[in-house]
């Protein structure tokens, strides 16, 4: 078992920052990839970035440029600097962290999520 929490969420002007912040534990040491989803109320959740346990990250078009996935593995933290944040970015984040399941699976974890609301 993992359990995640996040914290940083708030609210923000256009064209502000935020950095979003998720620690792992349980069984941190076995977890693979890392990442952010971000919910819209009324719209499907979507992938915003990921992160491999050896650097390797991906991000959706929508946020290329401007947000910037990073995890410090010490410390089991995966964080998500966003710049240049628009009305539309406004969304409950979660973080997810992947772990080896059996006849190799991915058995994935999701924490409870952060808010972020871009308003002026």
């Known amino acids: 078992q993992v359990q995640l929490v996040e914290s940083g969420g708030g609210l923000v002007q256009p064209g502000g920052s935020l950095t979003l912040s998720c620690v792992a534990s349980g069984s941190s040491l076995s977890i693979q990839d890392m990442g952010w989803y971000r919910k819209v109320p009324g719209k499907l959740r979507e992938l915003v970035a990921s992160i491999t346990n050896d650097g390797h990250t991906n991000y959706v078009d929508f946020v290329k440029g401007r947000f910037t996935i990073s995890r410090d593995n010490a410390k089991d933290t995966v964080y998500l600097q966003m710049d240049n944040l628009k009305p539309e970015d406004t969304a409950v984040y979660h973080c997810?962290?992947?772990?080896?399941?059996?006849?190799?699976?991915?058995?994935?974890?999701w924490g409870q999520g952060t808010q972020v609301t871009v308003s002026s």
């Open positions: 997810i962290a992947e772990v080896p399941g059996s006849a190799g699976s991915r058995v994935r974890y």
